[in-house]
């Protein structure tokens, strides 16, 4: 088991983990559309057996927006199916293709596709959550505070049920990595690529977890971040993860490392918790 969490850790790991990804509980359609760049496709994992309520997460995958693939990620997809989750996972454009904030905005139209097709999959478009791991992170939590990207995709204020943050670097200045400079650029608007510049309490509730020992995006952005929206009145659960690291937070929602840690129930409690509240 600790060799699959090692593969993981390589984007040819994460194909390798989803040999293992169980065929069954779940429908899967692939490459749809919701814009159209080569990148803007989205998959859908929709479970056999709804929840109540019919939740959809929209999931973004990290990479340092520079690299990454959906088809990476149908271990995601199945471990929500599992709990009666509708998963989608889009792809979106990526460095050096494209710079900040273009990313983001790929990430709102794939929400408003969404939000106007998902009915057709079974899931219901009024209990629609953000998530993400790493760099996707970053950008569900963009989408969830900064009320532009949405609106400028036709989403309307109070769409999202709730924003899961794995990860995510919310708070990251000041930016010393010279590509995530180029990326980012201008250091003059640097305060408006951090989520955590937008928070005001008025953002979705979220639930926020990360690993103590990750050194790729550090704990802070996490702590930071639930700190000010519960100063700002809004409500941010955290959990921080003794001797995790920035793989191992996300591998659990693979089937074969599940028992590995409780992850995948405190997603499905939050999202339970907050159905019928977007």
Same mark, same amino acid.
């Given at each position: ?85 509708? +998963? /989608?996972? !889009? &792809? @979106?454009?990526?460095?050096?293709? *494209?710079?900040?904030? $273009? ?6 139209? %794939? ?32 989408? +969830? /505070?900064? !009320? &532009? @990207?949405?609106?400028?995709?036709? *989403?309307?204020?109070? $769409? ?6 794995? %990860? ?35 953002? !979705? ?74």
């Amino acid at each position: 088991m600790s060799l699959v969490a090692s593969l993981l850790a390589a984007c040819s790991g994460q194909f390798w983990v989803n040999t293992l990804v169980p065929p069954w509980g779940y429908a899967r359609d692939t490459d749809i559309a919701y814009g159209e760049m080569a990148r803007q496709r989205l998959d859908i994992y929709r479970p056999d057996r709804p929840a109540p309520g019919a939740p959809v997460v929209v999931f973004f995958y990290g990479g340092s927006w520079q690299e990454g693939n959906k088809d990476g990620y149908r271990f995601v997809g199945q471990a929500l199916a599992s709990r009666g989750i509708t +998963a /989608v996972i !889009p &792809d @979106y454009r990526l460095y050096p293709e *494209v710079t900040f904030p $273009a990313f983001v905005e790929d990430g709102a139209d %794939a929400v408003a596709w969404t939000r106007a097709h998902i009915a057709d999959y079974g899931a219901d478009p009024d209990n629609l959550f953000l998530a993400g791991h790493s760099a996707g992170a970053h950008i569900a939590a963009m989408l +969830a /505070v900064a !009320p &532009d @990207y949405l609106k400028a995709a036709g *989403v309307p204020q109070g $769409a999202i049920s709730g924003l899961i943050g794995m %990860a995510g670097p919310y708070d990251f200045l000041p930016i010393v990595d010279p590509t995530l400079k180029t990326i980012f650029a201008p250091e003059s608007a640097w305060p408006r690529t951090q989520p955590i510049h937008f928070v005001d309490g008025r953002e !979705p509730p979220m639930l926020l977890l990360h690993g103590e020992a990750d050194e790729t995006v550090l704990p802070k952005n996490t702590i930071n971040m639930a700190d000010k929206v519960n100063a700002s009145g809004g409500n941010a659960r955290i959990k921080l993860y003794p001797g995790v690291d920035h793989v191992m937070l996300i591998a659990p929602l693979a089937s074969v490392l599940r028992f590995k840690g409780d992850e995948l129930d405190m997603i499905d409690s939050f999202i339970r918790a907050h159905v019928g509240t977007g």
